[in-house]
């Protein structure tokens, strides 16, 4: 068995006859690094899917964006990402300051493509490493696991129509999410410019 493969995996490429491939696909495009197409595909990028996991076991997917190039390639096995303010529910961080196991979907819905990523993952407060992005009072370090690319077959081509204005960037005032004016939460929000704090 492999390390990728676990017996549930297995048992259902047995099932539908496809354990020859699923062994080939794993030799040919699993990797424990980011080779360099992998590496110019996410740094173009502008949002990612990341997938984290609770102490129940159960796990949570939340959407990231930002600017072409807000997830910062470190190396080959090591890639950094922002926490721009959110919700203050704390969902994704607080599962990966806990187990710390996550995953991440690179997508590109224009001309179809997608990169995966596995990992573990750490919260960064190293104020250097915040300095690289505007309005960050928190970053991720993620050791990278697997990467491999998927078939784009089902992924609806779609363009894009302009950047979030949500978006934190240096020089420019962010516009504040429009739920923030809603009375039922005005008076919890947290005072700015919402940062964690060293």
Same mark, same amino acid.
């Given at each position: 068995?492999?390390?990728?493969?676990?017996?549930?995996?297995?048992?259902?490429?047995?099932?539908?006859?496809? %354990?020859?491939?699923?062994?080939?696909?794993?030799?040919?495009?699993?990797?424990?690094?980011?080779?360099?197409?992998?590496?110019?595909? #996410?740094?173009? %990028?502008?949002?990612?899917?990341?997938? @984290?996991?609770?102490?129940?076991?159960?796990?949570?997917?939340?959407?990231?964006?930002?600017?072409?190039?807000? *997830?910062?390639i470190e190396d080959e096995r090591t890639l950094l990402f +922002? $926490?721009?303010?959110?919700?203050?529910?704390?969902?994704?961080?607080?599962? !990966?300051?806990?187990?710390?196991? #996550?995953? &991440?979907?690179?997508?590109?819905?224009?001309?179809?493509?997608?990169v995966r990523v596995q990992g573990t993952a750490k919260l960064?407060?190293?104020?250097?490493?915040?300095?690289?992005?505007?309005? *960050?009072?928190?970053?991720?370090?993620?050791? #990278?696991?697997? @990467?491999? !690319?998927? $078939?784009?077959?089902? !992924?609806? +081509? &779609?363009?894009? *129509?302009?950047?979030?204005?949500?978006?934190?960037?240096?020089? *420019?005032?962010?516009?504040?999410?429009?739920?923030?004016?809603?009375?039922?939460?005005?008076?919890?929000?947290?005072?700015?410019?919402?940062?964690?704090?060293?």
């Amino acid at each position: 068995m492999s390390e990728f493969y676990d017996p549930s995996h297995q048992q259902l490429q047995d099932e539908f006859q496809s %354990r020859p491939l699923a062994d080939r696909l794993r030799e040919l495009i699993v990797k424990p690094f980011l080779d360099e197409e992998a590496q110019t595909f #996410i740094k173009s %990028r502008n949002n990612f899917y990341l997938t @984290t996991v609770d102490a129940q076991g159960f796990p949570t997917v939340s959407h990231k964006g930002g600017d072409e190039g807000f *997830v910062i390639i470190e190396d080959e096995r090591t890639l950094l990402f +922002p $926490c721009f303010d959110g919700n203050g529910m704390w969902l994704s961080m607080g599962n !990966i300051d806990g187990q710390g196991k #996550i995953g &991440m979907l690179f997508l590109d819905a224009v001309n179809p493509h997608r990169v995966r990523v596995q990992g573990t993952a750490k919260l960064v407060r190293d104020a250097e490493i915040l300095s690289q992005w505007p309005e *960050v009072g928190l970053a991720v370090r993620v050791s #990278i696991t697997n @990467t491999w !690319i998927n $078939c784009p077959r089902y !992924i609806h +081509p &779609m363009q894009q *129509v302009r950047p979030a204005e949500h978006v934190p960037r240096a020089g *420019v005032e962010t516009v504040e999410a429009e739920w923030k004016s809603i009375p039922l939460v005005e008076d919890v929000l947290p005072k700015p410019p919402h940062k964690v704090k060293e």
